[in-house]
């Protein structure tokens, strides 16, 4: 089974939060009980002005857990240790929207005016980031990845074996202490397509990110992986985690 890390792709949305849910539940790690509390995604991504552009990322995970094993365990755990402590390194952008809206529909960047730029949301090229975080920590084995024209929290990667992973957000939230710092949860229901045995799961992204004098931004990755029917287990875990990862993540330009 391929390694979950593919579900760290980075999201922040406006959505209203319960004041200190989020930070709470980080301070709680990896004590989790339940999900986060969410709301349901309406539109796209946004991030804070002071990310966009094309920065490199570093990923490291640093720490993984499983809460119920051996009696519950995810498929991919077990072969995730191979990444524990090992900096993996990818290019990432973050676009005004028009922007990248434009890029979809095959228009140059430079046709729109400086001013709109700045006036537009920050939004990932998220089938960019999608491709070249699944690179990284898979090589060749991905062929594409693409976000849905007419949904952009639906995304799929299809690899050269012809397999597929349906990725998406259900659900949001988000806390931004200053304008510094923000955090950011969303869950997302995942659909393995294989000829030998499919696979769904719900899995939980929450992140905090710090916004660095020298113009760095450091973020703190949580994730947590769910069951679903008709998991044989699925009914046993509830909404307990069944595996949990942490990961430090570095931008710069």
Known sequence: MLPLLLICFLYLDSSPALAGTLTERIVAFPEWTDKPAVQPVEG???????????????????????????????????GNQDFLNIPVTCQVRFLPSNVLERHKAGLPFL????GSLTKALVVSDR??????????????????????????????????DNRK???????????QPDSEHFIASELFQQFFQAPEKPYKNQVETTTAYAHQPDGSVTADQFTAVYLNP??????????RPVALYRYTLRFVR
Not at 56 to 67: E, G, I
Not at 111 to 114: D, E, I, K, V
Not at 166 to 175: C, I, N
């Open 230 to 239: 008709p998991h044989p287990k699925a009914f046993v875990a509830g909404d």
């Open 127 to 160: 089938a960019f980031n999608g491709l070249s975080l699944a690179k990284a920590y898979l090589g060749d084995r991905v062929f594409r990845v693409w976000v849905d024209s007419r949904d952009p929290n639906r995304m799929t990667t299809k690899f050269r």
């Open 44 to 78: 796209d991504l946004i991030y804070p002005d002071w990310m966009v552009g094309t920065w490199k990322m570093t990923s490291t995970l640093v720490n993984m857990v499983a809460p119920l094993a051996p009696e519950v365990t995810t498929p991919g755990f077990d």
């Open 111 to 114: 046709s729109l005016p400086t």
């Open 165 to 175: 992973l349906f990725s998406f957000a259900t659900g949001r939230s988000v806390e």
